[in-house]
């Protein structure tokens, strides 16, 4: 790959690669992503993210190694774009919602002035703002002491560009983005949190984009036209399709994902027999979460109760209501999920999110169905929560309890009460 040839425009520090990895490529590492250990992710106010290589502070890295697939990708990286000077050793995989974004900033003096970015599920656009000290100085910063240099002036194919002026570059899925020097240490990058983005201010739409003038047919591009003040304008709808997180928080909730989970489990009964734990397969979109289904009669259910189903105790006593002949029990561990269907902020989530929901077995071919309320005559259904200790702080293990209707509540870690459905500890 000749990275020259891929210079965004008129813009000598940027650099955007369309297509990079390939689709298979793209779902394999959107499986390692999401395959990762549920203490990889950190949760922000407006997005969450893993950190790998290491931890970066005041006096550089304090090293860990990347996993293989990780070095592989930065490695091919590095030797094929030759624009770092040593191996990449510091990676951020940051994850947004389609109205979610980060405001304009500088990743700071600890890394090496040029970063690549790859994008992987949902097309953005990244806008390029120059620094405050930049607008002020008038004139470029030197990383080496600091001093302020004359400007030179920015050309671009519709005439001049000017001096430090904002710019934006629309990022494809699959694609890769480059950006160094001035462009590191001059800009601020950022994405605006708004899922319908204008792309056609994008300075790479000519380049990046556009195929004799058409836009290529794209999985996860919306084309959507609108009025602006200048009479109107071009934009990408933000979405995902490579990932559980298909729609914005708002359009998918906890609830609909219940009733996507409810369908999938249905499926798992090819030739049904009672009391067997069938365990269902779920497509790469929903890699991480696990789902399996178990049928039952209501008045077996009551009397001998399930011993182990996956974490579960269910004790002697149970009863369904509406009441049903058969029903079908659903179980859910969203894995790395939890926190984005199920978020607490202030906490730390030591296990991931389990559910146990009960669905009418009249009709296996049924989906969107209401859940059955499940209650406890005596004992209370029992959760195992597997090596959960106490933490370093000397804060205790909790059990966070979700309801169907929205409700939270807090328990101790050894007392559970049965009309919870959604489980975890904190």
């Known amino acids: 790959m000749a990275i020259e040839e891929f210079v965004v425009d008129s813009v000598p520090t940027v650099f955007y690669v369309p297509d990079y990895v390939s689709e298979a490529e793209e779902e394999q590492l959107l499986k390692n992503i999401y395959n990762a250990p549920i203490s990889k992710w950190k949760t922000l106010k407006n997005r969450r993210l893993q950190n790998w290589g290491g931890v970066v502070h005041d006096k550089g890295l304090l090293a860990q190694c990347f996993p293989p697939w990780l070095e592989q990708v930065t490695h091919r990286i590095c030797t094929e774009s030759r624009l770092f000077p040593s191996a990449i050793n510091h990676v951020l995989i940051n994850e947004y919602l389609p109205d979610q974004g980060i405001m304009p900033h500088q990743d700071g003096p600890a890394y090496v002035p040029v970063v690549a970015i790859l994008s992987l599920g949902s097309p953005v656009i ?4 120059p620094h405050p000290s930049v607008k002020d100085a008038g004139g470029t910063t030197d990383s080496n002491n600091n001093t302020v240099s004359e400007p030179e002036p920015m050309y671009m194919s ?29 800009y601020m990058h950022g994405i605006e949190d708004s899922e319908l983005q204008r792309y056609d201010v994008a300075i790479n739409v000519k380049n990046g984009l556009l195929v004799n003038g058409q836009i290529p047919a794209i999985t996860n591009l919306e084309i959507v036209s609108g009025n ?12 995902v399709v490579s990932t559980a997180r298909s729609q914005s928080s708002r359009e998918f909730s906890a609830r609909a994902l219940d009733s996507v989970l409810q369908e999938y489990a249905f499926k798992s009964f090819v030739r049904p027999r009672t009391g ?43 009863f369904e209501q509406p009441y049903c002949e058969r029903l079908v029990l659903v179980y859910h561990n969203l894995g790395n999920w939890s926190s984005v269907y199920y978020p607490l902020p202030g906490y730390t989530l030591l296990a991931p999110v389990l ?68 489980l975890h500890s904190v």
């Not at 790469?284 to 399930?306: C, E, H, K, P």
């Open 276 to 318: 067997i734990v069938y365990d269902r397969k779920l497509p790469a979109n929903f890699t991480g979460i696990g789902v399996a289904a178990l049928r039952l009669r209501s008045g077996s259910l009551r009397r001998r109760g399930v011993r182990v189903f996956k974490e579960f105790g269910i004790p002697i006593g149970i």
């Open 158 to 186: 519709n005439g001049v560009f000017g001096e430090h002026r904002p710019f934006s570059v629309a990022l494809m899925p699959r694609s890769l983005l480059i950006f160094k020097d001035a462009a590191y240490l001059d």
């Open 355 to 422: 559910g146990l929901l009960a669905y009418d077995a009249n009709d296996l071919s049924a989906s969107s169905l209401s859940e059955l309320d499940i209650r406890a005559s005596e004992d209370p259904i029992s959760i195992n929560f597997p090596n959960v200790q106490s933490r370093a702080d000397g804060s205790s293990p909790m059990c966070v309890n979700f309801g169907l209707d929205g409700s939270v509540g807090f328990d101790n870690f050894h007392l559970l009460t049965s009309h919870f459905v959604k």
């Open 126 to 129: 990244m806008n390029f703002t």
């Open 228 to 239: 602006s003040e200048n009479g109107g304008s071009t934009n990408i709808r933000r979405t």
